[in-house]
């Protein structure tokens, strides 16, 4: 299975970009899945989650700002980013959620946003 990020990029504070994740039809529509972010330094963390049922949960840092969605027939997984802040900046990557249990498949590749002031 291979998830792959993309769509990162250099932005002001302020404003937006739209991540996307490849993955296998079957993984999206086998699991809940996630958005998780890494700035230096720190650990990885989850920002944003996709239900089978299509129900999505964000942190407290992103809730309002981001939207997660998928689309199955495209076998991609987005994250779109609006009013970014410089907090955000960090590698950005998709796996699957730990919300029912499900295990994290191996890490793809990350794409890098970075938000300036």
């Known amino acids: 299975v291979q998830l792959q990020a993309s769509g990162g990029g250099l932005v002001q504070a302020g404003g937006s970009l739209k991540l996307s994740c490849s993955a296998s039809?079957?993984?999206?529509?086998?699991?809940?899945m996630g958005w998780y972010r890494q700035a230096p330094g720190t650990q990885r963390e989850l920002v944003a989650e996709?239900?089978?049922?299509?129900?999505?949960y964000y942190s407290e840092s992103v809730k309002g700002r981001f939207t997660i969605s998928r689309d199955i027939s495209e076998n991609t997984l987005w994250l779109q980013m609006d009013s970014l802040k410089p907090e955000d900046t960090a590698v950005y990557y998709c796996?699957?959620?730990?919300?029912?249990?499900?295990?994290?498949?191996?890490w793809g590749q990350g794409t890098q946003v970075t938000v300036s002031s």
């Open positions: 796996n699957t959620s730990p919300r029912y249990g499900a295990s994290l498949l191996r």
């Open positions: 996709i239900t089978l049922a299509g129900t999505t």
């Open positions: 039809r079957r993984t999206l529509k086998s699991y809940s």
